[in-house]
Antibody, heavy 122, light 110 residues
Framework: EVQLVESGGGLAQPGRSLRLSCAAS????????FHWVRQAPGKGLEWVSG????????AYADSVKGRFTISRDNAKNSLYLQMNSLRVEDTALYYC???????????????WGQGTLVTVSS | QSVLTQPPSVSAAPGQKVTISCSGS????????VSWYQQVPGTAPKLLIY???KRPSGIPDRFSGSKSGTSATLGITGLQTGDEADYYC???????????FGGGTKLTVL
């Protein structure tokens, strides 16, 4: 059974940092690309970042470029999102999503975690 | 303002058919595959359609996808009350070099 479990969310002050993690199981982790997608309270989905199966291709939404860094550890079956210089508008539920394929430029997230809530407030 | 445009809401009676549109441009829908997601409030999104018109295993054939030019459409036949949810289209934008979603469409089954 495919499982994606996010962790690391919480309350942070503007300008501070958080690191999200996503532990994956039930499939061959290094065969698949991954995405982080967020959803602000009462709002729609927003793609945040993606990483190819070997980590060689990475992309970010303009809203987080230069502040967030996506990475993966295929040996640990884990995905990460380092979030620096947090802003109030980064407040959202952050989902880790496994892609059907190996590359992020044809995104087909077929399994999603339950999300981890990030709240940025002073 | 989302890169992909969806109607905010659609509604239809049980047993009827509904379509949800997703309008984009030559840098996204026209040249990249489109996927569709269903999100029941309080739960994670679920992939319904990928590569414009393919259904993952377990998704009933009441759900279908199509694409023409810069627009894509999700069709749902034999509507059930359990289909009430928010529906999102998604794809890749080659100009932005980023994933993009539509703003979402709330389906009400009257």
């Amino acid at each position: 059974e495919v499982q994606l479990v996010e962790s690391g969310g919480g309350l942070a002050q503007p300008g501070r940092s958080l690191r999200l993690s996503c532990a994956a199981s039930g499939f061959n982790f290094d065969d698949h690309a991954f995405h982080w997608v967020r959803q602000a309270p009462g709002k729609g989905l927003e793609w945040v970042s993606g990483i190819n199966q070997n980590g060689g291709g990475i992309a970010y939404a303009d809203s987080v470029k230069g502040r967030f860094t996506i990475s993966r550890d295929n040996a640990k079956n884990s995905l990460y999102l380092q979030m620096n210089s947090l802003r109030v508008e980064d407040t959202a539920l952050y989902y880790c999503a496994k892609d059907f394929g190996a590359y992020i430029d044809s995104p087909d997230p077929d399994y999603w975690g339950q999300g981890t809530l990030v709240t940025v407030s002073s | 303002q989302s890169v992909l445009t969806q109607p905010p809401s659609v509604s239809a009676a049980p047993g009827q058919k509904v379509t949800i549109s997703c309008s984009g441009s030559s840098s996204n829908i026209e040249r990249k595959y489109v996927s569709w997601y269903q999100q029941v409030p309080g739960t994670a999104p679920k992939l319904l359609i990928y590569d414009d018109n393919k259904r993952p295993s377990g998704i009933p054939d009441r759900f279908s996808g199509s694409k023409s030019g810069t627009s894509a459409t999700l069709g749902i036949t034999g509507l059930q009350t359990g289909d009430e949810a928010d529906y999102y289209c998604g794809t890749w934008d080659t100009s932005l070099s980023a994933g993009v979603f539509g703003g979402g469409t709330k389906l009400t089954v009257l």
